[in-house]
């Protein structure tokens, strides 16, 4: 690992200078399936990823917040580590994926989520759209 995996504050925010879409340095296409799933897609898929636990928690645990994490997680780590998906990537046509495109692995899966439960590791992207729990495991969320 280097600094620059790792972003900093004081640098400031993603530049997209060096290249004309996120994931063109990677041999990602700018549009189209392959190419890095953009932030309004990953919002709706939170949403409904985040919702179907609240409804699961609501049935089985009186919407307890610690059961709506548990849950959250507990599909995300089953999902995207067998699937490459959790259900709410489905509906918005994305997946995640190694960066030479093939198939995340459960372990990848397991650590990706618990970075993403941590909430803080999200808001750390690269300029490929990339969180720092992506970029960890060297993972990248694209179209399908």
Do not use: Y
Not at 56 to 69: G, H, R, T, V, Y
Not at 97 to 108: E, H, K, M, N, Y
Not at 110 to 126: E, M, N
């Amino acid at each position: 690992m280097e600094r620059k995996d790792f972003g900093s504050w004081l640098e400031g925010p993603p530049q997209l200078s060096d290249q004309e879409w996120p994931g063109k340095r990677l041999g990602r296409p700018e549009r189209g399936p392959g190419s890095v799933a953009r932030i309004g897609r990953r919002v709706g898929a939170l949403l409904v990823d985040w919702g179907i636990a609240m409804l699961i928690s609501m049935f089985f645990f009186k919407s307890d917040p610690a059961a709506n994490l548990v849950i959250f997680a507990a599909t995300q780590m089953l999902f995207v580590g067998v699937t490459g998906h959790s259900i709410g990537h489905r509906i918005f046509g994305m997946q995640v994926q190694g960066l030479d495109g093939s198939a995340v692995r459960p372990l990848t899966g397991i650590i990706r989520t618990a970075l993403l439960c941590l909430v803080i590791p999200v808001f750390f992207s690269d300029s490929d759209q990339r969180g720092f729990h992506d970029r960890i495991r060297k993972t990248i969320l694209v179209r399908i």
